[in-house]
């Protein structure tokens, strides 16, 4: 069974960092994509940046160059390392993983089926 868990969200000011976690149990990296997503108040959930076999990596053109998906295999977690944060980043944050069965990696919240709870990110101005 796979279960996703977030962590590390918080309250920063614009232009400052922050690391988001995601504990992940029954997936296997190599053989699932994982990805972040964030959802703002009153919008749609949209992708953020996802990752397979723990070296290809896609991101959406609103983060690209401020923020950086990783993964530790020994650890089990996927981590978004989030820089130069801007007034239009907070939002919940989530983790999707998918089986990974071949294609291109993508970010659409529909290709993922299984997701976290979030965690919620605030950027202060």
């Known amino acids: 069974q796979v279960q996703l868990v977030e962590s590390g969200g918080g309250s920063v000011q614009a232009g400052g960092s922050l690391r988001l976690s995601c504990a992940a149990s029954?997936?296997?990296?190599?053989?699932?994509?994982m990805g972040w997503f964030r959802q703002p108040p009153g919008k749609e959930r949209e992708g953020v940046a996802a990752?397979?076999?723990?070296?290809?990596?896609l991101y959406a053109s609103s983060v690209e160059g401020r923020f950086t998906i990783s993964q530790d295999n020994a650890k089990n977690t996927l981590y978004l390392q989030m820089d130069s944060l801007k007034p239009e980043d907070p939002a919940m944050y989530y983790c999707?993983?998918?089986?990974?069965?071949?294609?291109?990696?993508?970010?659409?919240?529909?290709?993922?089926?299984?997701w976290g709870q979030g965690t919620q990110v605030t950027v202060s101005s």
């Open positions: 999707a993983a998918r089986q990974n069965i071949g294609g291109s990696l993508r970010l659409q919240r529909e290709w993922y089926p299984y």
């Open positions: 029954g997936v296997g990296y190599r053989r699932y994509w």
């Open positions: 990752i397979s076999d723990g070296k290809t990596t």
